[in-house]
């Protein structure tokens, strides 16, 4: 997490990056942390390639799931973006 942290003081604007930061702290157990984090741009459009925030959030807990991680928090964060949209 701490190559992300300091990838975020050097482009706090590049959204893309708090997604693996969400992770990271979903992933250390920092669950309340990680689902404000995700939630926080929930919504948020062309946030890197002209995708969306759910999308590249989906996208990653895709690729997350492939690699045979997964966490409980994933579930419900799919949850809220589909029913969202």
Known sequence: MDATDQAIVLAPQATWL???RAD?????G???EARALFLKYHGTKNV???KSW???ILEGFAALKKAGL???LMDE???QF???G
């Open 70 to 72: 997964t966490a409980p």
């Open 18 to 20: 708090y997604a693996s």
């Open 54 to 56: 759910e999308a590249i």
């Open 77 to 79: 964060i799919e949850r």
């Open 82 to 84: 589909s029913s969202a």
């Open 30 to 32: 920092r669950v309340d």
């Open 48 to 50: 890197m390639a002209g």
């Open 24 to 28: 990271a702290l979903m992933f250390l």
